[in-house]
Antibody, heavy 120, light 111 residues
Framework: EVQLLESGGGLVQPGGSLRLSCAASGFTFSTYAMSWVRQAPGKGLEWVSG????????YYADSVKGRFTISRDSSKNTLYLQMNSLRPEDAAVYFC?????????????WGQGTLLTVSS | QSALTQPASVSESPGQSITISCTGT?????????VSWYQQHPGKAPKLMIYEVTNRPSGVPDRFSGSKSGNTASLTISGLQADDEAYYYC???????????FGGGTKLTVL
């Protein structure tokens, strides 16, 4: 059974940093693309970042480019999102999602999300 | 503002069919067959319903189907059931600097 468990969310001040983690199990982690998708309270889904499987190519939304870094550790079956220079508009539930062989494909499994609050 | 345009809400009676549209451009929906649809119940994680325009993941009922014509993708749900009441989001690979776009979401009400 595929499982994705996010952690690392919390309260951070504007300008601060935080690292989210997503522990994956039930599939060959290194093979598949992974993405982070966020959802601000009462709003729709926003794709944030993705990383391919084999070559770990990375992709970012314009809204986070230069501030967020996605990475993966296949030895630990864990996906990360390093978030720097956080802004109030980054506040959201962050979902980790398993993709297809490429970042372009659909996201077939999702975690339950971890909440990021950005406030002073 | 979302890159992909969906109606904010739709409604229909149980047992009927409904189609939700997702309009983009030739740089996203019209240019790639990487269109997906997700169902999200309040407080829950999204669930993949359709991928690559027309494909259903294992376990998704065949009442759900996807299609595309030009720059517009569509999700059709037939034989509506109460549990289909949810938000539905489309997404597409794009050639823009943000490579994955989501639609703004459509709230489906089953009357």
């Amino acid at each position: 059974e595929v499982q994705l468990l996010e952690s690392g969310g919390g309260l951070v001040q504007p300008g601060g940093s935080l690292r989210l983690s997503c522990a994956a199990s039930g599939f060959t982690f290194s093979t598949y693309a992974m993405s982070w998708v966020r959802q601000a309270p009462g709003k729709g889904l926003e794709w944030v970042s993705g990383i391919s499987g084999s070559y770990s190519s990375t992709y970012y939304a314009d809204s986070v480019k230069g501030r967020f870094t996605i990475s993966r550790d296949s030895s630990k079956n864990t996906l990360y999102l390093q978030m720097n220079s956080l802004r109030p508009e980054d506040a959201a539930v962050y979902f980790c999602a398993k993709g297809a062989l490429t970042v372009a494909g659909g996201l077939d499994y999702w975690g339950q999300g971890t909440l990021l609050t950005v406030s002073s | 503002q979302s890159a992909l345009t969906q109606p904010a809400s739709v409604s229909e009676s149980p047992g009927q069919s409904i189609t939700i549209s997702c309009t983009g451009t030739r740089n996203d929906v019209g240019g790639y067959d990487f269109v997906s649809w997700y169902q999200q119940h309040p407080g829950k994680a999204p669930k993949l319903m359709i991928y690559e325009v027309t494909n259903r993941p294992s376990g998704v009922p065949d009442r759900f189907s996807g299609s595309k014509s030009g720059n517009t993708a569509s999700l059709t749900i037939s034989g509506l059931q109460a549990d289909d009441e949810a938000y539905y989001y489309c997404s597409s690979w794009t050639s823009s600097s943000t490579p994955v776009a989501f639609g703004g979401g459509t709230k489906l009400t089953v009357l």
